[in-house]
């Protein structure tokens, strides 16, 4: 909800996944994001925005402990 479609993608119908990869760590601060897959236009900047503009994530645990995860997730651009 927090995405805001890039002009320059909306004139040109540019529509399809950003596949982005960062570390939660374990404060659950998000770290080292990267754009793995783009598809132009702005839309990975925007991806890269918005993910690192999240909240603190719950970290990942490993025998109880809080631990740094790596972590990838799809960004969805489609145009209604």
């Not at 996944?17 to 659950?28: A, L, N, P, S």
């Not at 990975?44 to 994530?57: F, Y």
């Amino acid at each position: 909800e927090n995405i805001q479609y890039p002009s320059k993608a909306k004139e040109n119908n540019i529509m399809g996944q950003v596949i982005v990869t960062f570390v939660v760590e374990k404060d659950g601060r998000v770290t080292n994001v990267v754009v793995k897959r783009d598809i132009g236009a702005g839309c990975g900047d925007e991806a890269k925005r918005v993910i690192q503009s999240l909240p603190k994530w719950n970290p990942g645990k490993q025998r109880g402990k809080a631990v740094r995860s790596y972590f990838t997730l799809p960004v969805s651009f489609t145009l209604k």
